[in-house]
């Protein structure tokens, strides 16, 4: 595996863009929440050790992963100053296709809503084998998950920022 034993979280903050002027939001999903609340916590430091105001970070849950795309779509209507959103989620392969049905709808789901709105959405859902993926990419052994999707708004906040005329 590529990821054996690397910490894929690790970034330089000098080649991380000024944050303190954008706000963003984060839709949570509630199940999983050990590998959620954890993805949360590794957004929410790295949007704040990279100058975002906590004011300016606005948080929403949602029941599953598959509810994120309703989540984000609402978001993205309700705060129209918003620079960025985040989608955390966390589905774990169970004994059934319903894996493969939420992880498809969600990321068709995210990808949808980046091309038909002007909000960057940032996709952070873990789609795992099993329950130790999981922990190792939301603070474990290779990271966390959280923490690159916080650095992605941020550089998407900026291209969107630098795109207007």
Known sequence: MATEGKNLSTYDKNTIPNAED??????????????????????????IENGVDPKKIARWN????????????????????LD?????????QGETKHFDFVCQGVTQGIKDLNVQNDTPIIFCVLTDDNMQQSIDRSGGKH???????????????????DSRF
């Open 22 to 47: 954008f706000r963003f939001g984060i839709v949570v999903s509630e199940w999983n929440d050990n590998i959620t609340e954890a993805l949360y916590d590794g957004a929410y430091q790295a949007l």
């Open 62 to 81: 949602v029941p599953g992963s598959f509810e994120l795309v309703y989540g984000c779509k609402k978001m993205q209507e309700s705060f129209d100053m």
């Open 84 to 92: 960025a959103i985040i989608a955390i989620g966390s589905v774990i």
């Open 143 to 161: 990271g966390n998950k959280g923490t690159e999707a916080a650095v992605a708004a941020i550089k998407m906040a900026q291209l969107r920022k």
